[in-house]
T-cell receptor, first 116, second 114 residues
């Protein structure tokens, strides 16, 4: 069974600083995908970044980067130069080859509050 | 380019009642998935529809059912509502052969059962 673990308590981050959100995962499937989504108070889940299990390089998308350590089964999200609009819940999610990217297993999320 | 749209945005129902939630996928997408997100939790997969059939199902009882129409839009039906069904219901769309492309989510329907 797939499992995503996000255990950090809520975080306060100073504007313009970087923040790292931890995510560990567990799967026996050799082919899987890892996603990070942002959920502001409005409720919409906003896709941030994707890492495939066979990708050799860490994924980056603008201010977002994913620190993928396959042996440790971790996929931490790094947000550089935090902005006030980054205040939200952040969810790590995983898909496996069995079901493809249509079926995601989510963690419980990390709350981030950016302060000026 | 319209994204995923859901209706209604909020809904209040009484225990034992039935509810129908609606979703229109992002233009060009052919697959719709539904997720339930309880307060303080991550979303949980309910089921996925493609070609008007349920293709995958998560660990949800038969009280949860769905439908997909020829235009790819979808409905989620929940019968005999329980207090525990109170949650944010998220619809997501994608292409069945989308490779690494991510799910696109709507803003959700917040259901409160009293």
């Amino acid at each position: 069974a797939q499992k995503i673990t996000q255990t950090q308590p809520g975080m306060f981050v100073q504007e313009k600083e970087a923040v790292t959100l931890d995510c560990t995962y567990d799967t026996s499937d050799p082919s899987y995908g890892l996603f990070w989504y942002k959920q502001p108070s409005s409720g919409e889940m906003i896709f941030l970044i994707y890492q495939g299990s066979y990708d050799q390089q860490n994924a980056t998308e603008g201010r977002y980067s994913l620190n993928f350590q396959k042996a440790r089964k971790s996929a931490n999200l790094v947000i550089s130069a935090s902005q006030l609009g980054d205040s939200a819940m952040y969810f790590c999610a995983m898909s496996t080859g069995t079901y493809g990217n249509n079926r995601l297993a989510f963690g419980k999320g990390n709350q981030v509050v950016v302060i000026p | 380019d319209a994204g995923v749209t859901q209706s209604p945005t909020h809904l209040i129902k009484t225990r034992g009642q039935q509810v129908t939630l609606r979703c229109s996928p992002k233009s060009g997408h052919d697959t719709v998935s539904w997720y339930q997100q309880a307060l303080g939790q991550g979303p949980q997969f309910i089921f996925q529809y493609y070609e008007e059939e349920e293709r995958q199902r998560g660990n949800f009882p038969d009280r949860f059912s769905g439908h997909q129409f020829p235009n790819y839009s979808s409905e989620l039906n929940v019968n005999a509502l329980l207090l525990g069904d109170s949650a944010l219901y998220l619809c997501a769309s994608s292409l069945v052969r989308g490779g690494d492309s991510p799910l696109h989510f709507g803003n959700g329907t917040r259901l409160t059962v009293t």
